[in-house]
């Protein structure tokens, strides 16, 4: 695996690294880079869409001279377009969801929603992971009506608590009854009623942040992520986007006072300061910590002790709990893999459409299959092994034989040449005889 050192900084495979050269150039709007080496590009496939930025390294790689195989280059397509049709769908959604709200005469405050496209040069460049909405608890079982109406299927949020909503082709919709974010400051700050938010548009009951309550809020999404070990490069990407959009009618020595009290203030300097480092070119400054948390965000959120005690110092009970709760949560998975649900278990065995009683059998006979699988494949592998050991004990049975019976020929051969000279000198002496 091939390996570049960033100036002054971390060690970073290769291919991630051109890949942020990629994004870089494709977000500022400027040419890439040629490249000067061999690319494994099924890597950049790999890494740019679990970060989600899939959509803008398949912008930047249009028409550039590249070693890249028709498969690779045909899954980064169909990512582009799955995204391109995704944002349309959630634009459609989220019209939808407002005219319900509307209709139902439900405050509702639009955390996050479409407009993050208004961020991007290209809106296409945008990326939607879910709408996130603050409703009062009261009304949660009406919007749990009308989603149901819509088609929705509820699914359950175990990190961020929120009621989450899906739909094919994967529009997501999390409703939260309170504001998502453990911090005390920033739930102090946002603890008004729904209802006071400013208006959007002509609309009634739809209710949107402010610019200051938007960066804050974003500062918590990008505080949440990095605790849960999820933090990833498009959310860094869209916090350096909007705050590009801030001017001097922004109100920075609020906001500051407030990241502050949390206690954030080195956590959101670092970030900008990995911003720089990412998207603008020709900057120069003391990285420090910020390539810490590069390295922490490239392996995924891999712990690191000395970063979080230095960016979050006040977060230290919550990021231990976290750590801890991924080893439950993943015991909690395997528990959902052997014992999957109805609806997953219906594609494979269609009786428990009628049926549904039949769901703890036909998760016996999946298990059982899959036992018989895992127990088969060993078995080929132990077979090739016994015989190869087989062959091997032959070969060795086969060289003892040979050895004997080349020291059997030898000894015949010995006794044959001792006869001859017996019997010769017998016949001298009846010659010496009869002489």
């Not at 603008?280 to 690191?304: C, F, H, P, T």
């Amino acid at each position: 695996m091939i390996y570049s050192r960033l100036e002054g900084g971390t060690i970073i495979n290769y291919e991630i690294r051109y890949m942020l050269l990629l994004l870089t150039a494709v977000v500022n709007q400027k040419p890439v880079q040629r490249l000067k080496r061999a690319v494994g590009w099924e890597t950049i496939l790999k890494v740019s869409d679990f970060h989600n930025i899939i959509n803008i390294i398949y912008l930047g790689i249009l028409g550039m001279e590249k070693d890249i195989s028709e498969d690779c280059e045909l899954q980064f397509y169909q990512g582009y377009k799955r995204e391109l049709l995704l944002s349309e769908s959630y634009r459609k959604a989220e019209e939808v969801i407002m005219w319900q709200l509307e209709r139902y005469k439900i405050d509702a405050l639009f955390l996050t929603d479409t407009s993050i496209e208004e961020l991007y040069v290209k809106p296409e460049m945008a990326y939607i992971g879910q709408i996130e909405i603050l409703v009062e608890k009261k009304d949660l079982p009406q919007i749990h009506r009308f989603m149901r109406d819509m088609d929705y299927e509820q699914q359950e949020d175990r990190v961020r608590k929120g009621t989450v909503y899906t739909r094919v082709p994967g529009v997501r919709v999390v409703f939260y009854d309170c504001m998502p974010t453990e911090n005390k400051v920033l739930r102090r700050h946002f603890s008004e009623p729904v209802k006071k938010y400013g208006h959007l548009g002509n609309y009634k009951y739809i209710h949107i942040l402010s610019r200051e309550d938007k960066y804050l809020y974003r500062v918590a999404r990008l505080v949440e992520s990095y605790i849960t070990g999820m933090l990833k490069i498009r959310e860094i990407l869209d916090f350096w986007q909007f705050q590009k959009t801030l001017d001097e009618t922004f109100h920075f020595r609020m906001t500051a006072e407030i990241v502050e009290k949390a206690d954030w203030q080195e956590f959101v300097a670092q970030a900008g300061v990995l911003a720089t480092l990412w998207f603008e070119d020709g900057v120069r400054q003391q990285y420090g910590l910020a390539l810490e948390l590069e390295e922490y965000i490239i392996s995924r959120g891999q712990e690191n002790k000395h970063l979080d005690k230095v960016l979050l110092p006040n977060e230290k009970a919550r990021l231990d709990f976290y750590w801890r709760d991924r080893e439950e949560e993943w015991a909690v998975r395997k528990r959902e893999w052997l014992f999957p649900s109805r609806e997953y278990m219906f594609q494979f065995f269609p009786i428990l459409g009628k049926y549904p009683f039949l769901l703890v059998f036909c998760w016996l006979i999946r298990d059982f299959r899959f036992l018989k699988f895992v127990c088969s494949g060993r078995c080929r592998q132990a077979g090739v092994h016994i015989r190869v050991k087989l062959l091997d004990i032959k070969e060795k049975l086969k060289g003892y034989l040979r050895k004997n019976k080349e020291e059997e020929e030898t000894e015949n051969d010995i006794y044959f040449i001792n006869e001859e000279e017996t019997e010769g000198e017998q016949d001298n002496e009846e010659v010496e005889n009869q002489k």
